[in-house]
């Protein structure tokens, strides 16, 4: 699509961003430009909360934010500060100092938080993350980070069990996931009551969509570009696209009836604070997240045994959480 318009068309006037601060778009107005060695950036300012701001998820440097975050996904994957400048150079054509290199690690350690991970154990970037192409109606690309499954698999040693099954279960290739009801668009109504659901302003996974927008090129590839981004670079994230699914028998358990088996993908699952969290990017709000996630809960409930479970669905922007109440 071609973002130019012609000075002499006519066109709706540029969105005003929302202030970072207080969220409020109405008070939000332009303020000039700041400038730095590459390009200007518009700054705003919010008349609600009197703050100046820029749209730019990564404000004051001169590099583009996709090679910024290349550069830490790359040395997060296990290669050297000498090879990550490298790759970096060759691929984009541009010669980053090392100080730059290191000066990015520490300045985005807060929200990058592999970090002290990737210096305290030797990584191989060819085999640290595993992945097995799934094809359930679209192709699933399910992967996990072997070190984080590792640590975590000795505070949870089903879902580790679990997730490096999956890598040699070609069974799950079969009809169940052709045929049977989605946990994303489930035909009926849980006979559940209504969880809590809180609003988690300042969450870290906001940060890390936020910054994996920067590297999607379209909105198609913004799933699973984020997924990534969190399995790199997140230390809480273990994996991306697991399979999981509860059979008519199962799901009597749990008094859902079904007429075949119900099946899904989680797009991340993470451990934090010695709890399974199951979350689900939700750009558009799109479907009913809480019933989806409450689903996922119940069927990985069942392939694993684990009842310490919280739910969530999140953007770039909100946070949400529960507890589904196992």
Known sequence: MNDYTHPTSTSSPEPRPPCPNCRSRKQVRKAGFRRNKKEPTQRYKCRECRRFFTPKTLPRTSYS??????????????????????????RFKVQIPMSTL???????????????LRRKYKIDPKDIIQSKRFHHQQVYEFKYHELKLNIAGKRFPQLKTYLISLMSNNGLNGGMFWEGPRCSNFPGRLNLPDPIIKNIKNNNATNIAKYGLELANSNHERHQVIEDF????????????????????EANLFNI??????????????????RIHIMD????????????????AKCLRKRTEIS?????????????????GL
């Open 230 to 249: 969190f399995l790199v670079n997140d230390s809480a994230t273990l994996a991306t696209e697991i399979p999981v699914y509860l059979t008519p028998k």
């Open 308 to 324: 310490d479970i919280t739910c969530a669905y999140f953007d770039e922007n909100e946070y949400y959480q529960f507890k589904p």
């Open 65 to 90: 934010p996709k090679i910024i975050l290349t550069t830490i996904s790359t040395y997060n994957l296990g290669y050297s500060g000498e090879q990550t400048r490298r790759i970096i150079n060759r």
């Open 102 to 116: 290191y000066f990015w690690l520490k300045r985005y350690s807060g929200i990058c938080t592999f970090l002290p």
């Open 257 to 274: 009836s079904i007429p075949r088996t119900l099946t899904g993908h989680i797009d991340l699952i993470q451990v934090r604070s010695n």
């Open 281 to 296: 990017y939700k750009p558009d709000r799109e479907g009913n997240a809480v019933y989806q996630l409450l689903l996922y």
